[in-house]
């Protein structure tokens, strides 16, 4: 079946940077695009960025724009989120999550994100 | 970027109704997907384009829009429903995707 699995938690000192990977099983790697929404802790979910894993296209949401690199390595099926000069606002729950889309009856495009990987913590603290 | 917005908290009674809405100009044009979040999980999709639903997830769940506000109704609410529900749209002008606050929903 899909799957998406993460790798484990980090912990990380302000100013430093982190890399998180989510390796993709039970379908076709290069056919969907993968977002990364991350969850700060007793918050919201919040979208991040997404990749295409066919070509490597990417789109970063605009408050990460500098910070984040999005990558991908078609031969495990593994996608990388790449986060630089972390501070403490960063602590938040990582999720990997699968681009779906459909046009309806109407060729009106809709998307949704399924499945999910785990998650992933990464706390940044001095 | 756009935002869209929810009740944070909405309770309903065992068996009983309820709908939870979220409103956001990007949902003029987009259609929402809704994700049910518990403690301590990943959010799982529960509804997507024009009223449709993942396999596996109960009937009891739909979806409807209407302008600006895009909705999930749960008719006889069950206690495995107590959970966190995120509405997303994808932004009609950026290349992004939005994320609404989230409503707790508490099952009484």
């Known amino acids: 079946q899909m799957q998406l699995v993460q790798s484990g938690a980090e912990v990380k000192k302000p100013g430093a940077s982190v890399k998180i990977s989510c390796k993709a099983s039970?379908?076709?790697?290069?056919?969907?695009?993968m977002h990364w929404v991350r969850q700060a802790p007793g918050q919201g979910l919040e979208w991040v960025g997404i990749i295409n894993a066919g070509d490597g296209t990417t789109e970063y949401a605009q408050k990460f724009q500098g910070r984040i690199t999005l990558t991908r390595d078609t031969s495990t099926g593994t996608v990388y989120m790449d986060l630089i000069s972390l501070r403490s606002e960063d602590t938040a729950v990582y999720y990997c999550a699968r681009d779906q889309s459909q046009l309806d009856t109407a060729m009106i495009l809709y998307w949704w994100f399924a499945p999910w990987g785990q998650g992933t913590l990464v706390t940044v603290s001095s | 970027s756009s935002e869209v917005t929810q009740d944070p908290t909405v309770s309903v009674a065992l068996g009983q109704t309820v709908k939870i809405t979220c409103q956001g100009d990007s949902l003029r044009s987009n259609y929402a997907s809704w994700y049910q979040q518990k403690a301590g999980q990943a959010p799982v999709v529960v509804m997507y384009g024009k009223n449709k639903r993942p396999s596996g997830i109960p009937d009891r769940f739909s979806g409807s829009a209407l302008g600006n506000t895009a909705s999930l109704t749960i008719i006889g609410a069950q206690a495995e429903d107590e959970a966190d529900y995120y509405c997303n749209s994808r932004d009609s002008g950026d290349n992004e995707w939005v994320f609404g606050g989230g409503t707790k929903l508490t099952v009484l």
């Open positions: 039970g379908y076709s790697f290069t056919s969907h695009w």
